[in-house]
T-cell receptor, first 112, second 112 residues
Framework: SQQGEEDPQALSIQEGENATMNCSYK?????LQWYRQNSGRGLVHLIL?????REKHSGRLRVTLDTSKKSSSLLITASRAADTASYFC????????????FGQGTRLTINP | ETGVTQSPTHLIKTRGQQVTLRCSSQSGHNTVSWYQQALGQGPQFIFQYYREEENGRGNFPPRFSGLQFPNYSSELNVNALELDDSALYLCASSLTGTDTQYFGPGTRLTVL
């Protein structure tokens, strides 16, 4: 079963715009991770945020975590055509357990 | 490239058959996890192996089984294939106690 939901299911924006994706989850977590998947292939790890963190940055990525609302958001700034992919959030309930529970993903399309 | 490889890339089987999928972990990683990703869905955790022993299992029936070898490569075996087993199967390697997993490119299994 899926841990939570991602919103929106699909997002289409123009190159250069910012893209925001949201993720909600159901249970207490140790950390939340975001992954990218191109064309149904392997997952690429983007960023990890721990339950005691509220915001994290990595290059053009900004992730927030609100444990009181059991939600997270991923912001991609200054989007590029190469950012076109599916984005998944995944939660891990125990530190180092590595038994990830994924959402259903957001399909992001960047139009040139 | 994550250093995790999977074989074969694609596979077609018929209902009732058995299949073995293989994964070669990133060098130095002692934990491997397997995930099933149905079309349009997020990955679902099947099971995890650490030091050649199963270390946690998701909501999958016993006909899904696995092995981990001393060199940390791994196999996923599925018996009595059903149509709903058609999916992308992903393996992920990691170092126990850490939080980041590295995914292989996946094996696309089609059951006819």
């Amino acid at each position: 079963s899926q841990q939570g939901e991602e919103d929106p299911q699909a997002l289409s924006i123009q190159e250069g715009e910012n893209a925001t994706m949201n993720c909600s989850y159901k249970t207490s977590i140790n950390n939340l991770q975001w992954y990218r998947q191109n064309s149904g292939r392997g997952l690429v790890h983007l960023i990890l945020i721990r339950s005691n963190e509220r915001e994290k940055h990595s290059g053009r990525l900004r992730v927030t975590l609100d444990t009181s609302k059991k939600s997270s958001s991923l912001l991609i700034t200054a989007s590029r055509a190469a950012d076109t992919a599916s984005y998944f959030c995944a939660t891990d309930v125990d530190q180092g357990a590595q038994k990830l529970v994924f959402g259903q993903g957001t399909r992001l399309t960047i139009n040139p | 490239e994550t250093g995790v490889t999977q074989s074969p890339t694609h596979l077609i089987k018929t209902r009732g058959q058995q299949v073995t999928l293989r994964c070669s972990s990133q060098s130095g990683h002692n934990t491997v996890s397997w995930y099933q990703q149905a079309l349009g869905q997020g990955p679902q955790f099947i099971f995890q192996y650490y030091r050649e022993e199963e270390n946690g299992r998701g909501n999958f029936p016993p006909r899904f089984s696995g092995l981990q070898f001393p060199n940390y490569s791994s196999e996923l075996n599925v018996n009595a294939l059903e149509l709903d087993d058609s999916a992308l199967y992903l393996c992920a390697s990691s170092l126990t106690g850490t939080d980041t997993q590295y995914f292989g490119p996946g094996t696309r299994l089609t059951v006819l």
